[in-house]
């Protein structure tokens, strides 16, 4: 029996099998009646005190409630409702059959919809708001409503994804979406949506394509590609017209490739893709297992030494002065030569424990000259938790003091709810600066006692450099024992905690400016080495740093013979005197055998060599132009840093730059 309720009588049944919501989709219910009013009666069943329980219809029933909450309903609002006189158990099953068939709207069908309410007068922000529907999310669907037919059709018979629609979607050209569609219609390979947007926004591929590359001229043509060439086109100006054809041979090959590689480097799989990169679909609900450069073998490293030998002597052609053009243009060359060696030997691959690769996997990326290439990262498959199940996850739900009840979500289901709850999370996060700040300090340093096997909370990595020499640690350098000052005076009393959750709430608990010596440590420790020098070591956004804090290199580091004198030429070391002092001073010099004219340099430059005032304050401020930081001249009003900060004080003692500054 059909029947009018005052909303005021009607509350929830606890036989109805619904149990979860969507806030996004309740809002844009709200935004449904209060717009259209109640299109779908509720079905009841007879209560205690004339109320009326809803078997089907909760959702519903909750945004009359919010909407008279707001007063754009009555509180005795009349409510069409279906009256049952069935018993229990029939209520829970017309309450199941309500929620378990109803079926949601085909994208195709919402993009007709939506097309047809704007041809009508009604704006996009009409629509949106009438069904309670962000803008972006209207015009996504009214632009599929200008899809070529053939595309629009295969959307709704649900012959293609939504994803792929969207793709298509990229060019508005209706009759280059039909031909692409054409084209992979055929293709003995599924499509996915980047191959997709490839195609549509490109009618030809020229020759100098990766993936034209890749397949070859001669392969292409054999299987049927078609190539159009102008008058003055050579084989990379050329046009390939087939594409599909082109991406179908493409993909085959790296398919091909990643098997072989797969078998090669012992994986359990390799995944390739024809984009430069591994994109975040590629790589979604993977995660990247620990791995370390290669060790030097002792043939690699006795090969650099042999290297760095005779780097030092086409070096010396180079600093002699009397060298032939021809010798000189000889040793810049071997340089070259020997510093790409050097780099490609120091190259390590990852690698990774044996136990793990077995089950690890990698990506093969097209890189931009055709050529396949494994990224060096190592993949696993995320574990499922014990609780997970194909057909479902089992979720307790209940607060405290409630009876727990049981309930089984899908998979996608709670994959969709986890992302949306990361957004809530992060949108907090995001508009709490100081807690973001935190919490990138923490993840940082904590790395060092995170277990790689738990799945981290966050992306967030800044692993410490390596360094271009192994073991190598200057400990007689102010700013290395600095340094390693600064590391020990950190408190790391928040690494007592037992997980990370406890050493979160215990870093947290710590004083401003100890969270704040963390911060500078973590950032600190993942610089990369770089020098003052054309080449491999140049590092210009290093070089800005140093010169917009306006380091002075010589209050930190200073020549000796055994760091510097020893290691360069006689000539270099007369230059450096020649610098300070001018030719007077180097000359006094020029007969000194090296050995003592390393010694006798070390002097000038420390200080402790008897010369006139003004020679000493220059061999006191000269460090060589590598270890200088190119200077940038500060901009007019900008607040300048104090050249002293971060330096050693006059005591010899390390002071931070707040102290020096004051």
Same mark, same amino acid.
């Given at each position: 029996?059909?029947?009018?309720?005052?909303?005021?009588?009607?509350?929830?049944?606890?036989?109805?099998?619904?149990?979860?919501?969507?806030?996004?989709?309740?809002?844009?219910?709200?935004?449904?009646?209060?717009?259209?009013?109640?299109?779908?009666?509720?079905?009841?069943?007879?209560?205690?005190?004339?109320?009326?329980?809803?078997?089907?219809?909760?959702?519903?029933?909750?945004?009359?409630?919010?909407?008279?909450?707001?007063?754009?309903?009555?509180?005795?609002?009349?409510?069409?409702?279906?009256?049952?006189?069935?018993?229990?158990?029939?209520?829970?099953?017309?309450?199941?059959?309500? /929620?378990?068939?109803?079926?949601?709207? /085909?994208?195709?069908?919402?993009?007709?919809?939506?097309?047809?309410?704007?041809?009508?007068?009604?704006?996009?922000?009409?629509?949106?708001?009438?069904?309670?529907?962000?803008?972006?999310?209207?015009?996504?669907?009214?632009?599929?409503?200008?899809?070529?037919?053939?595309?629009?059709?295969?959307?709704?018979?649900?012959?293609?994804?939504?994803?792929?629609?969207?793709?298509?979607?990229?060019?508005?050209?209706?009759?280059?979406?039909?031909?692409?569609?054409?084209?992979?219609?055929?293709?003995?390979?599924?499509?996915?949506?980047?191959?997709?947007?490839?195609?549509?926004?490109?009618?030809?591929?020229?020759?100098?394509?990766?993936?034209?590359?890749?397949?070859?001229?001669?392969?292409?043509?054999?299987?049927?590609?078609?190539?159009?060439?102008?008058?003055?086109?050579?084989?990379?100006?050329?046009?390939?017209?087939?594409?599909?054809?082109?991406?179908?041979?493409?993909?085959?090959?790296?398919?091909?490739?990643?098997?072989?590689?797969?078998?090669?480097?012992?994986?359990?799989?390799?995944?390739?893709?024809?984009?430069?990169?591994?994109?975040?679909?590629?790589?979604?609900?993977?995660?990247?297992?620990?791995?370390?450069?290669?060790?030097?073998?002792?043939?690699?490293?006795?090969?650099?030494?042999?290297?760095?030998?005779?780097?030092?002597?086409?070096?010396?052609?180079?600093?002699?002065?009397?060298?032939?053009?021809?010798?000189?243009?000889?040793?810049?060359?071997?340089?070259?030569?020997?510093?790409?060696?050097?780099?490609?030997?120091?190259?390590?691959?990852?690698?990774?424990?044996?136990?793990?690769?077995?089950?690890?996997?990698?990506?093969?990326?097209?890189?931009?000259?055709?050529?396949?290439?494994?990224?060096?990262?190592?993949?696993?498959?995320?574990?499922?938790?014990?609780?997970?199940?194909?057909?479902?996850?089992?979720?307790?739900?209940?607060?405290?003091?409630?009876?727990?009840?049981?309930?089984?979500?899908?998979?996608?289901?709670?994959?969709?709810?986890?992302?949306?709850?990361?957004?809530?999370?992060?949108?907090?996060?995001?508009?709490?600066?100081?807690?973001?700040?935190?919490?990138?300090?923490?993840?940082?340093?904590?790395?060092?006692?995170?277990?790689?096997?738990?799945?981290?909370?966050?992306?967030?990595?800044?692993?410490?450099?390596?360094?271009?020499?192994?073991?190598?640690?200057?400990?007689?350098?102010?700013?290395?024992?600095?340094?390693?000052?600064?590391?020990?005076?950190?408190?790391?009393?928040?690494?007592?905690?037992?997980?990370?959750?406890?050493?979160?709430?215990?870093?947290?608990?710590?004083?401003?400016?100890?969270?704040?010596?963390?911060?500078?440590?973590?950032?600190?420790?993942?610089?990369?080495?770089?020098? /003052?020098?054309?080449?491999?070591?140049?590092?210009?956004?290093?070089?800005?740093?140093?010169?917009?804090?306006?380091?002075?290199?010589?209050?930190?580091?200073?020549?000796?013979?055994? /760091?510097?004198?020893?290691?360069?030429?006689?000539?270099?070391?007369?230059?450096?005197?020649?610098?300070?002092?001018?030719?007077?001073?180097?000359?006094?010099?020029?007969?000194?055998?090296?050995?003592?004219?390393?010694?006798?340099?070390?002097?000038?430059?420390?200080?402790?060599?008897?010369?006139?005032?003004?020679?000493?304050?220059?061999?006191?401020?000269?460090?060589?132009?590598?270890?200088?930081?190119?200077?940038?001249?500060?901009?007019?009003?900008?607040?300048?840093?104090?050249?002293?900060?971060?330096?050693?004080?006059?005591?010899?003692?390390?002071?931070?730059?707040?102290?020096?500054?004051?």
């Amino acid at each position: 029996m059909i029947k009018s309720i005052p909303l005021n009588k009607l509350v929830q049944s606890l036989r109805n099998v619904r149990r979860h919501s969507d806030p996004a989709a309740d809002a844009e219910l709200r935004a449904s009646i209060a717009a259209h009013g109640l299109l779908q009666n509720l079905i009841v069943r007879p209560a205690a005190k004339g109320k009326f329980e809803v078997e089907a219809g909760e959702r519903r029933r909750r945004a009359m409630l919010a909407l008279a909450d707001e007063k754009i309903l009555a509180r005795d609002h009349e409510v069409t409702c279906l009256v049952l006189e069935d018993s229990a158990e029939v209520a829970v099953e017309t309450s199941l059959a309500e /929620n378990f068939h109803r079926l949601a709207m /085909n994208p195709a069908d919402e993009a007709q919809a939506f097309a047809a309410l704007v041809a009508g007068g009604a704006t996009v922000e009409d629509v949106a708001r009438r069904f309670g529907l962000t803008v972006r999310f209207v015009e996504g669907r009214l632009r599929l409503a200008t899809l070529a037919p053939v595309v629009f059709d295969a959307l709704a018979s649900g012959q293609i994804t939504l994803d792929i629609a969207k793709a298509f979607g990229a060019t508005s050209d209706q009759e280059i979406q039909a031909r692409v569609f054409e084209q992979v219609s055929s293709a003995y390979y599924a499509p996915n949506p980047d191959s997709i947007r490839r195609m549509v926004l490109s009618g030809t591929v020229r020759g100098s394509d990766p993936r034209a590359r890749l397949v070859g001229r001669d392969a292409y043509i054999t299987a049927g590609g078609r190539i159009e060439r102008e008058l003055f086109d050579n084989d990379d100006s050329e046009s390939w017209v087939d594409v599909a054809l082109l991406e179908s041979l493409a993909a085959a090959k790296m398919e091909e490739q990643a098997k072989a590689l797969a078998a090669e480097q012992g994986l359990a799989w390799v995944k390739p893709t024809l984009d430069p990169y591994a994109s975040h679909d590629l790589v979604e609900g993977l995660v990247r297992l620990p791995a370390e450069p290669a060790p030097l073998t002792e043939a690699e490293l006795a090969r650099l030494d042999a290297l760095d030998a005779s780097y030092d002597e086409y070096a010396s052609i180079l600093e002699d002065e009397d060298s032939a053009e021809e010798a000189v243009a000889a040793a810049e060359a071997a340089i070259e030569a020997i510093e790409r060696e050097c780099q490609d030997i120091r190259a390590r691959p990852p690698v990774i424990a044996a136990e793990l690769k077995a089950e690890a996997g990698m990506v093969l990326v097209l890189s931009r000259d055709g050529t396949p290439v494994l990224q060096p990262v190592f993949y696993g498959e995320r574990q499922a938790e014990p609780a997970e199940a194909d057909d479902g996850v089992e979720v307790v739900g209940g607060g405290e003091g409630s009876d727990k009840r049981r309930t089984t979500l899908s998979k996608r289901l709670v994959d969709e709810l986890a992302m949306q709850r990361r957004d809530v999370l992060a949108l907090h996060v995001a508009s709490d600066p100081g807690l973001a700040l935190d919490i990138m300090v923490f993840t940082l340093a904590d790395a060092d006692t995170h277990d790689w096997r738990a799945r981290a909370a966050s992306t967030l990595r800044a692993p410490v450099p390596a360094g271009p020499i192994i073991g190598f640690e200057a400990k007689d350098a102010p700013a290395s024992s600095g340094l390693a000052e600064f590391r020990s005076s950190l408190d790391e009393s928040w690494r007592a905690g037992d997980d990370a959750i406890s050493r979160f709430d215990l870093f947290r608990a710590l004083p401003e400016d100890s969270r704040a010596a963390w911060l500078g440590y973590v950032v600190a420790r993942s610089l990369e080495a770089s020098l /003052n020098m054309a080449g491999e070591r140049q590092l210009p956004f290093q070089d800005h740093l140093g010169s917009l804090i306006g380091i002075d290199m010589a209050q930190w580091w200073r020549p000796t013979a055994a /760091n510097y004198f020893d290691r360069v030429s006689k000539q270099v070391i007369l230059d450096a005197l020649t610098d300070v002092g001018g030719l007077e001073l180097s000359s006094r010099f020029s007969s000194v055998k090296k050995g003592d004219l390393a010694m006798s340099a070390e002097r000038v430059f420390s200080g402790t060599y008897i010369t006139e005032v003004e020679v000493r304050e220059k061999a006191l401020a000269w460090v060589p132009e590598v270890m200088r930081f190119a200077s940038a001249a500060p901009e007019a009003g900008e607040a300048e840093i104090d050249a002293a900060d971060a330096e050693p004080g006059v005591d010899g003692e390390i002071h931070t730059p707040r102290e020096l500054a004051a």
